[in-house]
Structures are given as C-alpha cells and as structure tokens.
C-alpha cells in the first residue's frame, strides 16, 4: 500500500534559531552535543513508554524532536553525529525496531550509512536490484510509502529486511533538487501513524539529507586540502632528479607492503596519503643540504632531521589531516629506539610509519644520488634483511620480501629519470 501525506511546513521552533549558524548557540560545545543525543534518547525512551498504551507522540513531542535533530546539525566535531541524532529522532517518532539511512551511490545502487536497531547489521552493506530501482521511482516522486507485511506488496517484499517485521515506512530523502537517498523504518507492529508522522518522518529525512551532503562538502574540502598538499610536494621532488616521484613510489610499496600485511581499506588509505606528503617539511630545509653531493655534516644532518617536525606542524593546523600526522612525525623512528625525532621503539612507533620506514629506505637505496649510486633491487632487499628488527620492524620486512616479486615488475614504470 502507498500512503501519502501533505507536506507540513513546521514553523521555525523558536529555540531552534538561536543554534543555527550565526545565531547565540553556536557553534555548539562537546557538552552541548552530549546533551543533544541524551535529549534525543530521553525522547525516545518517552515514546516507548507512551508506545506501551498504544500511542505515538503528539504534536509538540514531535517538533521538539525534529528540533533536536536539527541543532545536531550544527555539529562541527563528530560528523557522524546529525545522522546519528536522525535515526533515535525517527526511532523516537514512531517507535521504531529498526531504522536505516542509505544513501545513492549512482542510479540503482544505495548504500546502508547508517542503520540502528533491528536494521543494525545492515550497516555499511549496499543494495542494487530491484529494491534500489524502487528507491529511485521513491525519490523521483517525493513521498513517502508505507507498507504491511500482510499486504504483499512489492514493498513489503523488498523492505522488511529483519525476521518478524510486519510493518515499514521509507521516506526518500531529498534535499532541493538533489536526490540523496532513502529512510528506512521497519517495526514489528504496525503504529497508527497520524499526518503529523508522516510530516515528522519526511523532515528528519530531509534533516539527514542536509547532514549528509554538508559531510560530502567536508569530504570534498579535505580532498582539495590534500591535493594542495600534495603538488607541493611534488613541486619539491620535482626540483631535484634524485628525488622525483619518491612519495609516489614510496606510496606505492607501502600500500602493497599494508594488502600484504591485511590491514583494513581504511588503514592503507591513511598509509597512502600519509606516504605522499611524509616529505613535506623538507620544504623547510636549505636546498644546499637536500641537494648537497656528499654526506651531511652533524649540523647539516640536524638541520634536515627537523624536516619531521617541521612537517608535522605544516600539517597540524588542518583538521581533517590529522590521521596523517602519526606516520610523518615517526617515520625515521627506528625499530630498536635509536631514531628520531621521539627515539620511540618497536609497537610503539605507529604502524604507518614503520611500513612507510621500509619502503622509503627501498627506494632511497635503489635511486641514484649525488653521491653514490643506486644498489640493485636485491642488494637493497639484502639490506633491509640485515637490519630488520635493529631499524627496521620484521614483520614488515617479511611482507616487502613477499611483494618484492611484484614490486621488481612494477619498479620499471615509476622509476625517475636519470640526471
Ligand atoms: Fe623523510
């Protein structure tokens, strides 16, 4: 069955305005997003309560509610935290089982981003076919569904994912003219669900919808951010033979050395972008030393050690590269405590940086310099070998031995040019 409602247009809460952006409450406090999900759950814990005699909230619960989710919009810390707000506003509105947040990858793929309760496990799954399809005639025409179990209808086929559940909603979740994606609502009983509701349940949807696209414009920022970053570096090789494409390749060999390794998609993200702008702070140091023809003096070698530090602090004050900020720091560190800038040892140098130790060592041996030429592949495999567990972390040692065969295939195509 497809429900369909009027729009409601709620009038601005009064307490609302006043925590929008430019208004008193912002932006808001760690304590004050606390206190916003513990209003969200003292809501719902009302509305389960009420649930119990039958009933879903009235009018005025269900403007406080929406007004909750929309001050978690204001968030700035915690960008999972307005979606998070949305599901126990939703759960609150109707007393949910289970609710679920997906958004549109592409025409006819959704992705579960956030799903709580019944729907729990869904997280993180995606969904194409025939359900997406209908997800896309969903949010084409703009109105919410609800269906019944007992109905058998398409929906009720497609979109009562938990065993048990007898009853779903799905409100497509549009902001303007951009298609976002879809709220999920499956319960085990079906609510009288009033047009209060359906309006409630269509604004929190809209609510996500905001919250989503505002953490794609983060998302977006951060990636412009780090390729800024990024052609400065590469700048920097690029003025030197010796070194051009250095991070390139390093990022290549840790990424390879992470798969080997088994570390998860987003820990071998972290190593790549972390391997691509580990240099950065050399942008600090005199040319003369990054380029000199022999062996640095003891203040020469001082002056380009800071390069760590130095980047670190280049990269600091942008938030969104802070995961980064571990493997540049560290990664002269040595396995046995004799490196620098922190003299850490074994696990206790971060995980990034010891991968990134290695592959930058491989590749610094297998590149010519201004005053010595490169070893071969195997003499650097050697190398790496003999100080592994003194400079070197074994473990990562072992898995470079098992990529190396690879490596030595792909090496041809990111080497640098001669001088
Ligand atoms: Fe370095």
Same mark, same amino acid.
């Given at each position: ?86 599901? *126990? &506003?939703? /759960?609150? $509105?109707?007393?949910?089982? =289970? !609710? %679920? +947040? @997906?958004?549109?990858? #592409? ?91 359906? *309006? &409630?349940? /269509?604004? $929190?949807?809209?609510?996500? =919808? !905001? %919250? +989503? @696209?505002?953490?794609? #414009? ?92 130095? &980047?670190?602090?280049? $990269? ?7 995961? @980064? ?95």
């Amino acid at each position: 069955m497809i429900g369909t409602h009027g729009r409601v247009q709620f009038s601005p809460h009064q307490g609302l305005a006043a925590t929008l952006p430019g208004g008193a409450g912002w932006p808001p406090t760690h304590e004050a997003m606390e206190n916003q999900t513990r209003s969200v759950r003292r809501r719902r814990t009302a509305t389960q309560a009420r649930t119990r005699t039958g009933s879903l909230p009235g009018p005025v619960p269900i403007l406080e509610t929406v007004h909750d989710v929309a001050r978690s919009l204001c968030f700035v810390e915690g960008r999972g935290a307005p979606l998070d707000a949305a599901v *126990a &506003g939703v /759960m609150a $509105l109707l007393n949910s089982d =289970g !609710v %679920a +947040i @997906l958004t549109r990858e #592409r025409r006819g793929e959704y992705l579960f981003v956030k799903a709580d309760g019944i729907l729990g496990e869904w997280q993180g799954f995606s969904l194409s076919g025939e359900p997406a399809q209908m997800l896309d005639a969903l949010i084409e025409r703009d109105d919410i569904v609800l269906f019944k179990r007992a109905q058998r209808s398409p929906w009720a086929r497609e979109f009562l994912f938990a065993a048990g559940m007898e009853w779903g909603a799905l409100a497509p979740v549009r902001v303007r003219e951009e298609r976002v994606g879809a709220m999920l609502v499956n319960q085990v009983t079906a609510p009288h669900v009033r047009s209060e509701h359906a *309006a &409630g349940l /269509m604004t $929190l949807a809209t609510l996500a =919808g !905001v %919250a +989503i @696209l505002e953490a794609r #414009r983060h998302a977006k920022s951060e990636e412009i951010f780090m390729g800024v970053i990024v052609s400065l570096t590469m700048a920097l090789e690029a003025k030197d033979p010796y070194t051009e494409g250095h991070s390139v390749r390093v990022a290549a060999y840790s990424e390879a050395i992470g798969k080997q390794m088994g570390l998860p998609p987003a820990a071998l993200d972290t190593i790549h972008r972390t391997c691509l702008v580990h240099d950065i702070g050399k942008i600090a140091v005199d040319e003369a030393i990054l380029t000199k023809g022999s062996p640095l003096s003891e203040v020469e070698r001082e002056k380009m050690d800071m390069h760590v530090l130095i &980047g670190e602090s280049i $990269l600091k004050p942008l938030r969104i590269l802070h995961p @980064l900020l571990p493997g540049v720091r560290s990664h002269h560190e040595n396995f046995d405590g004799s490196g620098y800038p922190d003299g850490l040892k074994g696990e206790e140098i971060p995980l990034e940086a010891r991968v990134l130790a290695v592959a930058d060592a491989f590749d610094a041996m297998t590149t010519d310099r201004p005053y010595r030429v490169a070893l071969s592949e195997e003499e650097a495999l050697a190398e790496l070998r003999r100080t592994a567990g003194r400079q070197f972390d074994p473990r990562v040692v072992a898995a470079f031995e098992q990529i190396f065969p690879a490596v030595k295939r792909t090496l041809q195509n990111l080497r640098p040019r001669r001088p």
